[in-house]
């Protein structure tokens, strides 16, 4: 998971303007684990992981979405999700 946070993350315990829906850090996550042949677990394993390493879930805007302080996906990250690529496109 170390990996994954440095690689894809922009990662900052405590910051509460960092910020990221936990449905989509886990799929992240999910897609980088397949990728790298790991097993991604469970979206609960997933989340206690995230509060081990100092991440506070908390309820985000008025739709209440699931989401952890100081973490987001990097722009990048984000750029080829929206361009509907995925890990390993371009091996």
């Not at 790298?36 to 908390?58: D, H, N």
């Not at 989401?67 to 990097?74: I, N, P, Q, V």
């Amino acid at each position: 998971m170390g990996q994954w946070l440095s690689e894809e993350c922009d990662a900052e315990v405590g910051n509460t303007y960092k910020w990221e829906a936990t449905a989509k850090l886990f799929e992240s996550w999910t897609e980088f684990a397949n990728h790298a042949g790991e097993v991604p677990g469970t979206m609960k394993a997933f989340g206690g992981k995230l509060s081990k390493l100092g991440f506070e879930s908390f309820r985000a805007g008025h739709a209440k979405t699931r989401a952890y302080k100081g973490l987001r996906l990097t722009a990048s990250i984000l750029a080829s999700a929206s361009a509907g690529r995925r890990w390993g496109d371009d091996d």
